[in-house]
Nanobody, 133 residues
Framework: QVQLVESGGGLVQPGNSLRLSCAVS????????MGWFRQAPGKEREFVAG????????YYQDSVKGRFTISRDTAKNTVNLRMNNLKPEDTAVYYC??????????????????????????WGKGTLVTVSS
């Protein structure tokens, strides 16, 4: 079992920045891929960014490339999402997610860090980010 607890959400004006953090605890998660999904009102949950715990390879959704940065702190067991130049369309509940990759081969190198909804083993409860003036 892995527990994920998000923090850092809130109200921010367009163009400003916000940092989300996810505290990870529980099972040994060296081989896990961690990341963030988001769900806007009336929309499906979508992948935002992911990172391999071992190696730190990252993958981003196209709409956040160049604005968001995902990182992990292996000493503090956290996964962080720095969000710059936020836009109203970034408004959503952001969920921390973990894929154990149990029983599956590693992906091709270009897909390291990519997460798929159906592969997620653990979810956090979410934190709301509202981008509005």
């Amino acid at each position: 079992q892995v527990q994920l607890v998000e923090s850092g959400g809130g109200l921010v004006q367009p163009g400003n920045s916000l940092r989300l953090s996810c505290a990870v605890s529980g099972d040994t998660f060296t081989r896990y891929t961690m990341g963030w999904f988001r769900q806007a009102p009336g929309k499906e949950r979508e992948f935002v960014a992911g990172i391999t715990w071992l190696g730190g390879s990252t993958y981003y959704q196209d709409s956040v490339k160049g604005r968001f940065t995902i990182s992990r702190d292996t000493a503090k067991n956290t996964v962080n999402l720095r969000m710059n130049n936020l836009k109203p369309e970034d408004t959503a509940v952001y969920y921390c997610a973990a894929d154990s990759r149990r029983g599956r081969l590693p992906p091709e190198p270009s897909k390291l860090g990519r997460l798929y909804y159906s592969d997620i083993d653990y979810w956090g409860k979410g934190t709301l980010v509202t981008v509005s003036s």
